[in-house]
């Protein structure tokens, strides 16, 4: 089984003007290892290294011509209508559900970024730069399928991402060899958080401390939150708490709106009330 390399977070945005680094936006979506054979697909596995390839058909009809015994690392996600990939009320609709309506309602595309073993063998020690080349030679985009693009730029594509709304950034060392299982500095993430000022209208204790109720607005809209805060005792109902978060998501049944990976860290600003713990 294969480990996949994995990115460390940073918060430092310098990082952007790095222009011997790599730049390719963070896809939303689920982490996706893909075996071919013979141009075929024959194994699709999780990070975890869970075999996944039932919930997601459309992807073992994908063909790689010419390509044998290669092991693909990439990302599975579901687009939105303005190409944006989606995680909550997308791919993750996927994961819970492959019924032949799901399927249709939405469809799954694999963003591959590495190449990890190449007819039959393993060219995890090569730089980056000659794995993603050797990438972009072999595979040809078609609907469902599209290596993810790259730039020196790291610069303009923030601005993108921040304009896109979209997840974040991934910075790569070019010269980077490829560290199963390891969480290295040499590729990173840095993410397009945002801030909400929540009004606490209730409270919830569990053993990971409290968790909050309440309200804020984003682009003049009401947005519900939920958040935990980890190690807090107290909260008085009507303190004011600034909450890092994601994304906003819409309930297409109720109509609700709410943020989506809500975090509450130290460095939150809290008015009009006090936090105990």
């Known amino acids: 089984m294969i480990s996949p390399m994995l990115l460390k977070e940073i918060k430092d945005k310098d990082e952007l003007k790095d222009r011997t680094k790599l730049f390719q936006v963070k896809e939303d979506g689920i982490r996706l290892l893909l075996h071919v ?14 075999p996944v390839g039932f919930l997601f058909p459309e992807l073992r009809e994908i063909e790689f011509p010419g390509l044998d015994m290669a092991v693909i690392d990439g990302e599975a996600t579901v687009m939105d209508e303005n190409g944006r990939s989606v995680f909550y009320g997308g791919i993750d609709q996927r994961s819970h559900s492959f019924h032949p309506e799901r399927l249709k309602s ?20 090569k730089p980056y730069s ?50 199963e299982g390891v969480r290295s500095n040499r590729y990173q993430k840095l993410k397009n958080y945002k801030e909400v000022v929540v009004t606490v209208d209730k409270t919830e204790e569990n053993p990971k401390g409290l968790k909050i109720y309440g309200t804020g607005t984003v682009n003049g809209e ?13 909260i008085e109902i009507g303190t004011q708490i600034k909450v890092t ?12 709106v709410s943020v989506r990976q ?11 009330g006090l936090i105990e713990g």
């Open 37 to 50: 054979k013979g141009g075929k697909v024959v194994g699709m596995f999780s990070r975890s290294g869970r």
């Open 245 to 256: 978060y994601m994304q906003v998501t819409r309930n297409k049944e109720t109509g609700r």
């Open 106 to 125: 939405h469809p799954v595309t694999f963003l591959p970024f590495d190449l990890i073993y190449l007819n039959g063998k393993s060219i995890k020690h």
């Open 130 to 179: 000659e794995r993603l080349q050797m990438l972009q030679d072999l595979v040809k985009p078609i609907k469902n399928l599209k290596v993810v693009e790259t730039s020196n730029d790291g610069e303009a594509l923030w601005n993108k991402v921040k304009t896109e709304d979209r997840e974040g950034i991934v910075i790569k060392d070019p010269n980077a060899p490829y560290e």
């Open 222 to 234: 009401t947005v519900d939150v939920e958040a935990q805060c980890a190690g807090v005792d107290h």
């Open 262 to 272: 809500p975090v509450i860290t130290k460095e939150s600003k809290i008015e009009g």
